[in-house]
Nanobody, 119 residues
């Protein structure tokens, strides 16, 4: 199983980025996909989730209205569109795919991509 994340980078506050998570070795249509983020010294935190069908989404309160999670099962790729970025969004963003909507300990993780938002 391999996850290849891309799309991170440096952006000014108010800018946008789209993260991609290309998956091989598993069929993404069988899995829920989630995005998490982590900064040094802090625990990994949930950002967004999308069900395996794509019909259900969930977001961290602070990103609602700014971030959009999606996935293209035909391309076996998940996305996180991030608009109106804020300095506090700076983190390493990681994608995750798993069968259980309520936990994230038994699935697959990407390697992470750095997002840096300057003020």
């Amino acid at each position: 199983v391999q996850f290849v994340e891309s799309g991170g980078g440096l952006v000014e506050a108010g800018g946008s980025l789209t993260l991609s998570c290309a998956v091989s070795g598993v069929t993404l249509s069988d899995y829920n996909m989630k995005w998490f983020r982590q900064t040094p010294g802090k625990e990994r935190e949930f950002v967004a989730a999308i069900s395996y069908t794509g019909r259900i989404t969930d977001y961290k309160d602070s990103v609602k209205g700014r971030f959009t999670i999606s996935k293209d099962n035909a391309k076996n790729t998940g996305y996180l569109q991030m608009n109106n970025l804020k300095p506090e969004d700076t983190a390493v963003y990681l994608c995750y795919a798993g069968s259980d909507w309520n936990q994230h300990t038994s699935g697959y993780w990407g390697q992470g991509t750095q997002v840096t938002v300057s003020s």
